[in-house]
């Protein structure tokens, strides 16, 4: 059993910052990479960044410049450090790692940029 647990959603003003953190537990021998996406109603979900196990990073164009990702292999933990945000950021995040055994995902925070 893999668990993802994600916290640090929340309401945020336009312009504000929120960190976003990603926790992996269970039967895990091997992350490869990790990843933040989102979604919002009637809408596919989308890639927002990923991060493989070398750090190589891959962003969406529409968060480039204002988001981050990082990990902590020790801890089995994934970051998204999200500033600069816009209303068209509010989204449902969620948390999926790709491991030797299959991809697994969180069950998604909210996001809310609003004035």
């Known amino acids: 059993q893999v668990q993802l647990v994600e916290s640090g959603g929340g309401l945020v003003q336009p312009g504000g910052s929120l960190r976003l953190s990603c926790v992996a537990s269970?039967?895990?021998?091997?992350?490869?990479?990790m990843g933040w996406y989102r979604q919002t109603p009637g809408k596919q979900r989308e890639l927002v960044a990923g991060?493989?196990?070398?750090?190589?990073?891959i962003y969406a164009d529409s968060v480039k410049g204002r988001f981050t990702i990082s990990r902590d292999n020790a801890k089995n933990t994934a970051l998204l450090q999200m500033n600069s945000l816009k209303p068209e950021d509010t989204a449902v995040y969620y948390c999926?790692?790709?491991?030797?055994?299959?991809?697994?995902w969180g069950q998604g925070t909210q996001v809310t940029v609003s004035s």
């Open positions: 999926s790692i790709s491991t030797n055994s299959g991809r697994y």
């Open positions: 991060i493989t196990s070398d750090r190589t990073t």
């Open positions: 269970g039967s895990i021998s091997r992350i490869n990479a």
